[in-house]
């Protein structure tokens, strides 16, 4: 787009060696006042923030709003149908789990969705594409947000401004909101003590400390806690076994928590017992598969939407199918499915149902066909889907190296922050020089998202 790219080109412009060094001096003293690391990785090594268009970000918005109430009908169907439900690949724990009513209406009042904008078809035109639905643990919308008033800060964007409007787009507040909205829902009257609750050892442990911080700037109580610091006595749901929650704000993975404390952990027995509320539920598991963007794009589902939710799938959703023996159909011709992705390696991608961070995902393009057919093997043993790969944008972005300022082009992904799984406001960006663009799995950086319109 013209417009993005006399923005970013401008932008590029004012980094001289005086005005680069010096923002980059504070951009890195910023980082570390605010301790804002993956890790022990900064999470930005750029000098640029993500700049999105008026027109880009109403199309994030209106594309998200077109293809919700889709996965909302997958997930009505699939709540009172087993044998639909079979299709988003559930282990017998997390069939076990869904069926504890959560006290609130979405499955996923925080959500994330990651997108790409690419060019569709042979127009030149610029499309988007659902990759992968977050409905689980969206993270870094605290990290975005302090990033954000950090690179408002920078000498270099007090000369931009002057010639741009630069609105942020932040997200702790919508968080809060989903949290006590969720907490009324579910009955909940008095004034809750929120915990944050994960594992103290996690990389992204100095995000919850901002959401604690603002929180607490917003009259709330807040505990980080560790699950194994949780007791359940007398129907409550106790820290260290004196501070009393009412609100969880979950950021452990359930199947983490299943798995390294089991089932009858604290928190899952007062969740199932309605003596706290836990956002997200147990049941943002079933949206949260890989396998429900299979269960929209399969054409034996077809009937079960509308005309316009169809049309939404069929823009925005690459074709992605669970990996098992059958014949569908791709690109309106029908295939045997296994043999036809052995033989078609660079156009598709492997994904596991149920993990995070990248782990277990295979680019066809990337190994050989002996290591492709050995995925494609073991993705018949551990639920998988094999989605259509998808072009990669890329934009310049400025870095400092060996005290200069060099522009590199970097693989960009878009990913809109989702309310109760209705609406769009606020955006995560991360960026890559390698295909697989995930901070967790050590191929990129996060940088703020800005919508941005020229002055007159």
């Avoid at 999470?43 to 994030?60: A, I, S, W």
């Avoid at 106790?238 to 089932?263: A, F, M, W």
């Avoid at 598709?348 to 782990?359: I, M, R, S």
Wanted: aromatic share 10%; hydrophobic share 40%.
């Amino acid at each position: 787009m013209k417009e993005l790219s006399a923005a970013i080109d401008f932008y590029h412009s004012l980094l001289d060696d005086e005005l680069g060094l010096i923002s980059q001096a504070q951009l890195t003293r910023q980082m570390h006042h605010r301790q804002l690391f993956f890790g022990e990785r900064p999470l930005t090594t750029v000098l640029r923030p993500r700049f999105l268009t008026t027109t880009q970000y109403d199309l994030l918005r209106r594309s998200i709003g077109g293809i919700m109430p889709a996965f909302a009908t997958a997930y009505r169907t699939a709540l009172i149908n087993p044998d639909f439900r079979l299709q988003f690949g559930l282990n017998d724990w997390e069939e076990q789990l869904i069926q504890a009513d959560p006290g609130f209406r979405a499955p996923s009042p925080t959500a994330r969705m990651d997108t790409f904008f690419s060019p569709a078809g042979n127009s030149g035109e610029m499309g988007l594409y659902f990759a992968e639905y977050n409905a689980e643990t969206p993270a870094a919308a605290a990290y975005n947000d302090a990033l954000s008033e950090v690179f408002l800060g920078l000498p270099v964007m007090g000369a931009f401004e002057k010639r741009y409007e630069v609105r942020p787009l932040p997200g702790r507040h919508h968080v809060l909101h989903a949290l006590l909205d969720s907490y009324r829902q579910w009955g909940g009257r008095d004034r809750p003590r929120i915990a944050i609750l994960d594992w103290r050892e996690v990389p992204t442990y100095s995000e919850f400390m901002l959401f604690a911080d603002y929180f607490a700037s917003q009259d709330f109580e807040c505990i980080i806690a560790d699950p194994r610091q949780i007791e359940y006595r007398h129907g409550l749901l106790l820290v260290d076994g004196i501070t009393p929650i009412q609100l969880i704000y979950k950021r452990v993975l359930i199947s983490e928590l299943v798995e390294r404390e089991g089932l009858n952990h604290p928190v899952i027995r007062a969740v199932q017992d309605g003596n706290v509320c836990m956002v997200n539920p147990f049941r943002c598991k079933l949206l949260h598969k890989k396998a429900s963007l299979a269960v929209l794009s399969d054409e034996a589902n077809a009937a079960l939407f509308t005309p316009a939710e169809r049309a939404a799938i069929q823009r925005h959703i690459p074709w992605t199918r669970v990996v098992r023996e059958r014949r569908t159909l791709y690109e309106n011709r029908e295939i045997d499915l296994l043999p036809f992705l052995s033989q078609n390696k660079d156009q598709f991608v492997l994904k596991p149902n149920d993990e995070y961070g990248g782990k277990g995902i295979v680019l066809g393009w990337e190994v050989n066909q002996s290591q492709w057919d050995a995925a494609l093997k073991t993705a018949l043993e551990e639920p998988s889907i094999i989605q259509k790969r998808v072009p990669l944008p890329k934009e310049p972005y400025p870095s400092l190296v060996d005290g200069q300022i060099h522009i590199y082009d970097r693989m960009t992904d878009t990913n809109p922050y989702i309310w109760y799984g209705d609406h769009v406001s606020g955006c995560l960006t991360r960026l890559s020089t390698v295909e697989l663009l995930n901070v967790t799995a050590g191929g990129g950086s996060v940088v703020p998202t800005f919508v941005i319109e020229r002055r007159n």
